[in-house]
């Protein structure tokens, strides 16, 4: 199985100026989208439309926030850890720190990438995984960590 870690998808010490959900939803998108604007508006709703279904913060300083969009032929995964923690809404009500993104296609017919959210959720509720995740000193270890723990 090829690896979903990818090295442009490891973001560190990004700003969120307000430390709202909203506004770094905003810029998870602007980042998962590589300058692709239309595609940055699509994820801000596909985003925006989840966490109104219920937030999407695990505890423990950790979300994963994701979406599904239409036409989408591959899953996109990003790690982004932010300078400040950020107000989530997560279960145990404590802010945000890192967030474990992931993008799938919508269709129904595409669904290769199931087996690999659920490794990444049950990853993300392993306490040991989260402290080595959240005490990577930088975007390089964290790729690096991320690439070992995902295979």
């Known amino acids: 199985m090829n690896t ?8 560190d ?17 602007h980042l998962c989208a590589r300058k692709n604007m239309a595609y940055e508006l699509k994820l801000i709703d596909a985003f925006r439309r989840r966490e109104n279904l219920d937030s999407t913060g695990f505890g423990g300083g950790i979300a994963m ?12 995964f990003a790690v982004v850890r932010f300078a400040w923690p950020v107000e989530w809404e997560a279960l145990d009500g404590k802010p945000v720190d890192l967030a ?37 000193t930088d975007g390089n270890q964290l790729y690096y960590y991320m690439l070992q723990e995902m295979k």
């Open 100 to 136: 474990v993104v992931a993008i799938t296609p919508e269709e129904p017919e595409k669904k290769s990438h199931l087996p690999t959210l659920a490794l990444l959720a049950r990853k993300l509720m392993n306490e040991d995984f989260v402290y080595n995740l959240k005490h990577c």
């Open 65 to 76: 926030p994701h979406a599904r969009i239409r036409g989408l032929s591959d899953p996109v």
């Open 4 to 11: 979903i870690v990818k090295r442009e998808m490891i973001f």
């Open 13 to 29: 010490n990004i700003k969120v100026e307000s430390k709202e959900k909203t506004e770094a939803i905003r810029i998870i998108s």
